[in-house]
């Protein structure tokens, strides 16, 4: 496996670091670059690090992962999110966004075939669960999965509701594990002392669909930005 950790001594330093690595990555790239990108508590740091900066390199933006049967309006969906905290502000209007009102009957199906026109993808940034999930790909999803719906898990759910401050929807729709491998580049952000086993897990274990977050061991071109207390685990 290609990867390579940077470790960031606080929250700011952790965005400054993605957000350069962020650039690193997808400033060579001569068309738009294509960049999957992630919500929830780890990137806060990131996308304020990015709405701080004059930089702003254009780039499609690419859907991770959304609740399922939201009207398109509310607030807690994380296209609405993400357009709010980075996709506005940076003023990037390329955006493959899932419709989570849509019936899955058509809406996966559309997903599948973008993803067979456009196979390209130049940079996935991502998160990772507790229990190893990437995007909602939670454990033993195959490593082979296309764009899906999902059903969280307790945990996963719990922590959702919490997150969210209301009762979410069980269902999601997911990139899957093949969409994201597609990625020239990834980078893993992760943040706090309750991702350092698991972090370790992916990163230094079994290569296994029980831990999602493993198949990063069968990318190129892998780059961790991590706190000490994420990395604590980690072997020496
Ligand atoms: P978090 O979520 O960044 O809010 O910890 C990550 C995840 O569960 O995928």
């Known amino acids: 496996m290609l990867y390579h950790i940077v470790q ?28 999957i990108l992630p919500t ?3 990137p806060a740091p990131f996308y304020a690090a990015l709405r701080n900066d ?3 390199k254009p780039f499609h933006y690419l859907q991770l992962d959304e609740y399922h049967g939201l009207s398109a309006d509310d607030p807690i969906l994380f296209s609405n999110w993400l357009a709010r905290d980075v996709l506005d502000p940076l003023n990037i209007t390329n955006r493959m966004i899932f419709n989570s009102a849509d019936d899955p009957a058509s809406e996966i199906p559309r997903i599948h075939q973008w993803y067979r026109e456009n196979s390209r993808v130049d940079l996935a940034v991502i998160s990772i669960g507790e229990n190893g999930h ?18 969280m898990t307790d945990q996963t759910w719990d922590t959702n509701c919490k997150y969210t401050g209301r009762e979410v929807p069980r269902k999601v729709i ?21 991702k350092a086993k698991i972090l370790a897990d992916a990163l230094t274990g079994e290569i296994t669909p029980k831990v999602p977050a493993s198949y990063l061991q069968l990318q190129r071109n892998v780059i961790v930005i991590a706190d000490a207390a994420a990395l604590s685990r980690m072997p020496s």
């Open 134 to 151: 990437v995007g909602f790909n939670e454990p033993w999803t195959r490593f082979d999965s296309l764009a899906h719906m999902e059903e």
């Open 8 to 35: 960031a001594s606080n929250d700011l330093d952790f965005g400054l670091k993605a957000k350069a690595a962020f650039y690193a990555a997808i400033c060579p790239i001569k068309d738009l670059p294509r960049v």
């Open 40 to 42: 929830g508590n780890t």
């Open 54 to 56: 004059p930089t702003n």
């Open 174 to 194: 997911t990139l899957g594990m093949a969409e994201l491998k597609l990625a020239d580049q990834t980078i893993l952000l992760v943040r706090g002392e309750k």
